[in-house]
């Protein structure tokens, strides 16, 4: 029987979160499409200075699919520090960005760069930046101030209306070849509007995801992200995805009950938890147990995403 292909869309930690958990699933191929517009911290700086896409998500997912937790994974991990907040030569750099900077320079192509180092870490499945270019994402906020910067956008006390690119972005063709062979198309976890939806508002994406007859499932957090999804609603978060042309099939929510010491301390923060307001929708709604807890921190569970996911796939 054919492997079925699962293809995860997004950034940041949620992502990687998923690709772990989900890298030992037998019977499945992997291929994660990460987007590349952070433009924040070790990222941000090596993105300025040589002018090549931000790598930092990509790193997280590579050692998210690696087969073995070995030296050279520990290494693209390790970040010099920066005592004095200086962050001159490679201080608050973390090495796993300057090795794919080289890659870069030698190879002359981004992609290309990325290909080499999954092959050094042994990666379960195919790691694909959204696009080669160098990108900046935009945000209309709902009074029209608009914000530059993927690290901008959550700091302004506003909420956003749209994201957007002021110029054209050519997806990679691989991440489209991707979305039109795969089975489940996976969106999540993690920030709607600056990790997941800078993939999907890529017009070649965009239109793979609505042409493709793969089932489209979203993972969604279980608290909102102050300065970027204020009081949102699990219907808000599909709504925002929606808007801006990703479908969705499925939407699986954490089930887990969260100790009153956590949603305390997030309230401090100005996170609340996401909940399901409505009672009917126009797509499933699947609760799992998604979740584990450390200290006040509430975290998503590889392990239990996986058995999810596992689901997910033998219902195909």
Same mark, same amino acid.
């Not at 699962?6 to 699933?25: A, E, L, Y």
């Not at 080499?116 to 900046?136: C, E, F, R, W």
């Not at 972005?169 to 070849?177: G, N, R, S």
């Not at 939407?251 to 401090?268: F, G, H, L, T």
């Given at each position: 029987?054919?492997?079925?292909?699962?293809?995860?869309?997004?950034?940041?930690?949620?992502?990687?979160t998923?690709?772990k958990?989900?890298?030992?699933?037998?019977?499945?191929?992997?291929?994660?499409?990460?987007?590349?517009?952070?433009?924040?911290?070790?990222?941000?700086?090596?993105? !300025?200075?040589?002018?090549?896409?931000?790598?930092? =998500?990509?790193?997280?997912?590579?050692?998210?699919?690696?087969?073995?937790?070995?030296?050279?994974?520990?290494?693209?991990?390790?970040?010099?520090? =920066?005592?004095?907040?200086?962050?001159?030569?490679?201080?608050?750099?973390?090495?796993?960005?300057?090795?794919?900077?080289?890659?870069?320079?030698?190879?002359?192509?981004?992609?290309e760069?990325?290909?080499?180092?999954?092959?050094?870490?042994?990666?379960k499945?195919?790691?694909?930046?959204?696009?080669?270019?160098?990108?900046?994402?935009?945000?209309?906020?709902?009074d029209?101030?608009?914000?530059?910067?993927?690290?901008?956008?959550?700091?302004?006390?506003?909420?956003?209306?749209?994201?957007?690119?002021?110029?054209?972005?050519?997806?990679?063709?691989?991440?489209?070849?991707?979305?039109?062979?795969?089975?489940?198309?996976?969106?999540?976890?993690?920030?709607?509007?600056?990790?997941?939806?800078?993939n999907?508002?890529?017009?070649?994406?965009?239109?793979?995801?609505?042409?493709?007859?793969?089932?489209?499932?979203?993972?969604?957090?279980?608290?909102?992200?102050?300065?970027?999804t204020?009081g949102?609603?699990?219907?808000?978060?599909?709504?925002?995805?929606?808007?801006?042309?990703?479908?969705?099939?499925?939407?699986?929510?954490?089930?887990?009950?969260?100790?009153? !010491?956590?949603?305390?301390?997030?309230?401090?923060?100005?996170?609340?938890?996401?909940?399901?307001?409505?009672?009917?929708?126009?797509?499933?709604?699947?609760?799992?147990?998604?979740?584990?807890?450390?200290?006040?921190?509430?975290?998503?569970?590889p392990? !239990?995403?996986?058995?999810?996911?596992? !689901?997910?796939?033998?219902?195909?």
């Amino acid at each position: 029987m054919k492997n079925k292909k699962v293809v995860i869309i997004g950034g940041g930690h949620g992502q990687s979160t998923i690709c772990k958990g989900i890298k030992n699933i037998e019977g499945i191929d992997i291929s994660a499409i990460v987007t590349v517009a952070d433009d924040g911290g070790s990222t941000g700086r090596l993105r !300025k200075q040589f002018h090549i896409p931000a790598m930092g =998500d990509i790193r997280n997912v590579m050692i998210a699919l690696s087969a073995n937790d070995d030296l050279m994974t520990e290494l693209m991990e390790y970040r010099f520090d =920066d005592p004095n907040g200086t962050e001159e030569d490679v201080a608050g750099h973390n090495l796993g960005n300057l090795i794919l900077t080289a890659l870069t320079q030698t190879c002359g192509s981004f992609f290309e760069a990325v290909q080499k180092i999954q092959n050094i870490l042994n990666v379960k499945g195919k790691i694909i930046p959204a696009t080669s270019q160098v990108i900046t994402l935009y945000a209309q906020m709902e009074d029209g101030v608009v914000v530059r910067g993927e690290a901008n956008i959550p700091d302004v006390n506003n909420h956003i209306k749209k994201v957007f690119y002021e110029t054209f972005v050519v997806a990679e063709k691989e991440a489209i070849h991707a979305i039109k062979e795969a089975d489940l198309i996976i969106y999540g976890i993690g920030s709607v509007y600056t990790s997941i939806l800078p993939n999907v508002i890529i017009p070649d994406i965009r239109s793979a995801l609505q042409q493709s007859h793969a089932k489209k499932v979203y993972f969604c957090n279980a608290m909102s992200q102050p300065g970027e999804t204020d009081g949102y609603s699990v219907e808000d978060h599909v709504e925002a995805l929606k808007k801006h042309g990703a479908p969705v099939d499925a939407v699986v929510v954490a089930s887990d009950p969260i100790p009153q !010491k956590s949603i305390q301390a997030y309230r401090a923060e100005g996170s609340t938890v996401v909940s399901i307001m409505k009672a009917q929708h126009d797509y499933q709604i699947i609760e799992e147990p998604l979740l584990y807890f450390d200290g006040h921190l509430i975290r998503h569970d590889p392990e !239990k995403i996986k058995e999810v996911v596992e !689901k997910l796939v033998s219902a195909l």
